[in-house]
Nanobody, 123 residues
Framework: QVHLVESGGGLVPVGGSLTLSCTAS????????MGWFRQAPGKEREFVAT????????ESADSVSGRITMSSDNAKVTMYLQMNNLKPDDTAVYYC????????????????WGQGTQVTVSS
């Protein structure tokens, strides 16, 4: 059984920063990447970013590009998503996912998702 446990959400002011973490357990994930998604109220879930455990493969959505930093602690099987200069539009529930990075640069979500963590940016 695979488990993804997220933490780090909260309430931050506009322009603030936040770091989300996602810890995986259950099996070896070296052949998969961690993806981040978010879902705002009334909107569909959207892709935010992805990073391989080695850090060699990364991709991010235009809406967050330049404002995020991804890193990992492979010994802890934990991936981090640091978000800077947060905007009200970043308010959403953020989810992590284990998936596959395709050769055309697309991230293919897998079946395992974290429980979600709320990020609220106050204006």
């Amino acid at each position: 059984q695979v488990h993804l446990v997220e933490s780090g959400g909260g309430l931050v002011p506009v322009g603030g920063s936040l770091t989300l973490s996602c810890t995986a357990s259950g099996r070896n994930f070296i052949n998969q990447q961690m993806g981040w998604f978010r879902q705002a109220p009334g909107k569909e879930r959207e892709f935010v970013a992805t990073r391989s455990w080695s850090g060699r493969t990364t991709e991010s959505a235009d809406s967050v590009s330049g404002r995020i930093t991804m890193s990992s602690d492979n010994a802890k099987v934990t991936m981090y998503l640091q978000m800077n200069n947060l905007k009200p539009d970043d308010t959403a529930v953020y989810y992590c996912n284990l998936g596959i990075y395709l050769v055309d640069g697309q991230y293919l979500p897998g079946e395992y998702w974290g429980q979600g963590t709320q990020v609220t940016v106050s204006s």
